[in-house]
């Protein structure tokens, strides 16, 4: 039997897709594989349909390469005949991740940057490292200020204000 119970919550499209290939791997890892292979390849499409096939070559090698990351968790899910929950949070996050990358680059595409700015990958670089990383350190407060007041939260170093995640 597998830690992951069948009543998930409905969270999107590829999302949800990502889900149901892990859920495969319990059964049939090669039909696992070949819906991951489908799941990107859509994925990358409608990048290439909402932004052009510039854009979307730049985000399907990302997503490519996400995807062969996690065929190694799907791997394992086949051979365990288990779905932790924590792989199924790892499984989620890459979803949501590629959807903010297709948003990206559909803002990407209707907005037009001016070249020499901040490279497109660079933001969700941030997040897939985020997702990646088990623990996040706490924001670090600063002294109360002469008048008793509470200062201005200070986020420590590397980490990004609540606010400007994803």
């Known amino acids: 039997m597998h830690a992951h119970h069948g009543h998930r919550q409905r969270r999107g499209g590829f999302t949800d897709r990502l889900v149901e290939v892990v859920e495969a791997a319990l059964a049939d890892i090669d039909e696992s594989e070949r819906l991951l292979k489908l799941v990107a390849s859509e994925q990358i ?21 996400d995807a062969a990351d996690l065929f190694g968790v799907v791997r394992a899910v086949s051979m365990l005949r288990a779905v932790p929950g924590s792989t199924m949070e790892l499984v989620t996050g890459y979803g949501e991740i590629w959807s903010a990358m297709t948003m990206q680059a559909y803002l990407r595409h209707r907005i037009c940057p001016p ?26 407060p600063s002294a109360p200020t002469p008048s008793g007041t509470p200062p201005p939260r200070r986020w420590s170093t590397g980490s990004q204000h609540p606010s400007r995640r994803l």
């Open 45 to 65: 499409e409608a990048v290439r349909e909402l932004a052009g096939d510039k854009i979307a070559e730049e985000v399907g090698a990302a997503i490519n390469k």
């Open 115 to 140: 070249p020499g700015s901040m490279h497109a990958t660079s933001s969700w670089s941030r997040s897939r490292a985020a997702a990646a990383s088990a623990t996040r350190a706490p924001p670090t």
